[in-house]
């Protein structure tokens, strides 16, 4: 695959992080399995970029967790679990949560209204059966919430969490797009009635709600493995 071939792949100053989303995909779209090696100079050459930052990104996704560091091998794909995945929508739900209830307190009517051109744009894309600009809107919609929530630490440290999430699989489960319409849509109308508990609810259940489905769908395809404290 050729960095042409990659959506939104474009060179900016932190060109670790675009190849980290690069690498993340790949994981979790299962090419690159659990137990796999990756080797800097051939990534850097798929990617059509120099080694260095490829380096860094692979150092970054081994902070994550995706990763470990083998001496004289290289970076090696660990093992992501169901467990995984519903622990990382948990911390989402309760930190997602709470920042859509401060939204619910401090978004403006400017906000407001933004939001709402967002989420109609975003219907759109669902229609359009556009995965890559539903994932870019659907980061648009929430970011928008958290800025509007005027918690910066809380929103660095949601930001954080959601590199754990395979957001770019979401568009293409059964069922999923009238699921984030309705979710978004009920957020919307309890940050239009500036209620921070009907906010904050509706926020911590469009996070969980996707787990069952997304770790069947991942399972299916053998990119993740069924651990028995999943539950």
Not at 39 to 52: E, N, P
Not at 99 to 118: C, D, G, H, P, V
Not at 149 to 178: C, D, H, N
Not at 197 to 217: I, Q
Request: proline share 5%; no cysteine; charged share 25%.
């Amino acid at each position: 695959m050729s960095i042409g071939s990659e959506p939104d792949f474009t060179a900016r100053p932190q060109l670790s992080d675009d190849v980290a989303r690069v690498v993340r995909r790949r994981i979790f779209d299962g090419t690159y399995p659990a137990g796999e090696y990756l080797r800097l100079d051939q990534l850097a050459a798929d990617l059509g970029i120099s080694v260095t930052p490829v380096r860094e990104a692979l150092l970054n996704l081994r902070a994550e967790g995706l990763l470990v560091q083998h001496p004289r091998r290289g970076f090696m794909v660990l093992e992501f679990t169901a467990r995984d995945l519903a622990d990382v929508a948990n911390v989402q739900a309760y930190v997602g949560g709470e920042l859509a209830a401060r939204a619910a307190e401090n978004i403006s009517t400017e906000q407001l209204s933004e939001l709402k051109s967002i989420q109609d744009s975003l219907e759109r894309a669902y229609q359009d059966t556009d995965p890559d600009r539903t994932v870019r809107l659907n980061h648009e919609y929430h970011r928008l919430i958290n800025v509007a929530a005027a918690s910066p630490k809380l929103t660095q440290f949601m930001s954080g969490i959601t590199r754990y999430q395979p957001e770019s699989v979401f568009p293409t489960l059964e069922g999923w797009p009238a699921q984030s319409i309705r979710d978004h849509r009920r957020v919307i109308d309890a940050l239009e009635r500036r209620d921070p508990d009907a906010a904050r609810s509706a926020m911590a259940e469009h996070f969980t709600v996707g787990v069952t489905p997304l770790t069947e769908h991942l399972i299916a395809r053998g990119v993740i493995t069924e651990d028995a404290g999943a539950g």
